[in-house]
């Protein structure tokens, strides 16, 4: 069984750089791009609020707060929400995912408020799926400072209206209140197989990128151990060839002067015998210092290669595992194409319902082929327009142009049909007319 990961972060002012990692107007590094387009935006924008940034400040303006919002004042709290990457896989390939993200909605509204979840994004082109969300703190009730005051008999008045809207971090991210969500949320995740970890644990989680930035940290440094061992081990060389020359030079002005007189020759052997035998007592030291540094060296080689070692067999297993889930995931699809071949003709429909705006339930609900009934504003890629409805009808229809095919349509029509329609709507309002286009088109000559 994994664990349920939930982090919660105070941003503070417009929080653009989260926004540009979110919504990847940025590719990050750690992101494979080929599947970015699998990421989805969870949590509808007011009307005429284009992105995450603009929803926090739509909130906030929205809100009902009386009192002036500080430039520094924390506005919005980012928060996490995953699991453990085996679990998170397997969630992906049994196809559980969407629901999964459907409670984690459901937990969010309801432990922060509905109004105050501003935005929620699921992100597929990372390592682990992963969602990110954004909560507005908007609380009411006193203050929590003032309720302290009051009980050491400090507070002196009371306000009038103790229920006024507050931006209020703290309250949210209060000890008690964050120990109460990993409670909760665990509790909703337990359905997923993923469970609360230890409470009050010292333990921190590392991340497989951060475990092999460390290996390779390691390697480096044992790579620079070795150079340094290289080094000390060229230089005791130096220095012992040194020491040989000094003792040959030594020998050879004890050998002239035995050859000069007796008396000088037994001072000298006295004197000269003495030097010696100190310089070969160091070239000794140095011998052995040479021994001590090469096995030192061997030592270093050895640990750096059974390192290379255990990183390739973790590759090698990572690389077989994820081979052995890839070959299930497209046996799955064989089989969905064999026994559910409807499926495969469906999805692109789910795809064209999630371009023109409708939510992840609505869309659910239209790929069932159910007569769904619903009112907003519908978006043209054509018209590069978003056309309004107060009431119509979305149904999913065997496409009689094109045997075996589905075709979405609303309120009986082809949507491209009706986007049509609503466009030649729009343009009569305004008052564009054919007649006025052709007047203002210049007439063209023959061309002999």
Not at 41 to 69: S, Y
Not at 175 to 198: E, I
Not at 206 to 231: F, P
Not at 325 to 352: M, S
Request: aromatic share 6%; proline share 2%; charged share 30%.
């Amino acid at each position: 069984m994994g664990y349920a990961v939930l982090h919660l972060e105070k941003a503070k002012g417009a929080d653009g750089a989260m926004s540009t990692h979110i919504e990847r107007t940025v590719h990050p590094k750690n992101a494979d791009s080929t599947r970015t387009h699998l990421n989805r935006e969870l949590v509808q924008f007011p009307e005429g609020v284009k992105n995450r940034t603009e929803a926090i400040a739509h909130r906030i303006e929205t809100a009902g707060i009386r009192r002036k919002v500080g430039t520094n004042q924390v506005k919005a709290i980012r928060v996490l929400l995953t699991g453990s990457n085996k679990d998170m896989k397997q969630m992906e390939a049994d196809g559980r995912l969407d629901g999964w993200c459907s409670d984690n909605l459901k937990w969010l509204r309801e432990t922060y408020g509905e109004l105050n979840l501003v935005s929620a994004v699921l992100h597929m082109d990372e390592k682990t799926p992963h969602i990110h969300a954004t909560v507005v703190p908007i609380v009411t009730g006193e203050r929590r400072k003032a309720r302290q005051e009051e009980r050491n008999g400090k507070k002196k008045y009371r306000k009038k209206n103790p229920q006024d809207v507050r931006l209020c971090a703290d309250d949210v991210m209060a000890r008690h209140k964050l120990k109460h969500y990993q409670d909760t949320y665990a509790q909703a995740m337990s359905k997923y197989g993923l469970q609360r970890g230890v409470d009050g644990s010292l333990a921190r989680h590392v991340s497989t990128s951060q475990y092999y930035k460390e290996l390779v940290e390691q390697q480096d440094s044992l790579q620079e151990n070795i150079e340094n061992l290289l080094q000390l081990e060229e230089e005791a060389l130096k220095k012992l060839k040194q020491v040989k020359g000094e003792i040959n030079t030594q020998k050879m002005k004890n050998a002239a002067v035995n050859a000069t007189t007796a008396i000088a020759d037994g001072v000298s052997s006295l004197l000269g015998g003495s030097k010696v035998k100190r310089l070969e007592a160091e070239n000794e030291s140095l011998r052995q210092d040479i021994v001590k540094l090469q096995k030192r060296v061997q030592a270093e080689q050895r640990e750096q290669k059974n390192m290379e070692n255990r990183h390739n067999s973790e590759i090698i297993r990572i690389d077989r595992s994820y081979q052995q889930k890839i070959a299930g995931y497209d046996n799955r699809l064989k089989q969905i194409d064999t026994y559910f071949p409807i499926v495969t003709e469906l999805l692109p429909i789910a795809e064209q319902c999630r371009e023109v705006g409708f939510t992840e339930e609505l869309t659910r609900r239209i790929v069932s082929l159910q007569p769904v009934g619903f009112k907003g504003r519908l978006y043209s890629k054509e018209h590069k327009e978003r056309f309004r409805t107060e009431h119509s009808t979305a149904t999913v229809e065997r496409n009689p142009q094109e045997n075996g095919k589905f075709r979405l349509c609303i309120d009986g029509m082809p949507i491209l049909e009706w986007f049509k329609m609503k466009f030649q709507e729009l343009k009569e309002k305004l008052g564009i007319s054919r007649t006025q286009k052709e007047e203002n088109t210049p007439k063209r000559g023959l061309r002999l």
